[in-house]
């Protein structure tokens, strides 16, 4: 009896499987962020099986050691439909990850309050606004990344840190 029942659940993965794709897919790539001097690397992986359960990780790396880390389900970072969702789909957003508007200046940060002409709704500050100001008056640079398909999040790497620091959360 025991057999036919693992028998059964062994038929019925594999007809899962086959109807919804497996993401494994990883990258790496040196980007114009400079942490201390180093230049950093982003890492960033989709792995799980069917695509739309699969874990995104985002990972800023200088000289070896995570200066920031990001896990997440994958699918709320996409406009698909969970039951469309396919290997390529991951691909495309995973080399998103990677495009130069990702890394900017500290002035280039949102400002403190939006308004309509910006284009976000929200400007979610988590980090007191002197702070958050101090860093749009500096000379660091910052990483932004979506936390969802219409939410994004600004990570700043101050100058003589190793870690950068989550200042805001922004969309629509």
């Not at 219409?150 to 989550?166: D, K, L, Q, Y």
Request: glycine share 4%; aromatic share 10%.
């Amino acid at each position: 009896m025991r057999l036919l029942i693992l028998i059964t659940a062994l038929l019925a993965f594999e007809c899962y499987a086959k109807d919804y794709p497996s993401c494994d897919i990883h990258a790496s790539k040196n980007v114009a962020l400079y942490v201390n001097g180093k230049q950093a690397s982003i890492q960033a992986a989709i792995k799980g099986t069917p695509c739309h359960e699969a874990q995104l990780e985002i990972k800023v790396i200088v000289a070896g050691k995570v200066a920031y880390s990001y896990k997440a389900p994958f699918k709320p970072h996409v406009a698909i439909q969970w039951d469309d969702l396919t290997e390529q789909d991951a691909k495309d957003y995973l080399n998103s990850i990677f495009e130069s508007n990702h890394i900017i200046n500290c002035s280039e940060l949102l400002p403190s309050k939006l308004d309509a002409v910006v284009g976000w709704d929200y400007n979610n500050l988590l980090v007191p606004l002197s702070q958050y100001e101090k860093y749009k008056s500096s000379k660091c640079r910052a990483f932004t990344h979506q936390t969802h398909y219409e939410s994004n999040r600004a990570i700043v790497f101050p100058t003589n840190s190793t870690t950068g620091v989550i200042v805001s959360e922004y969309g629509l």
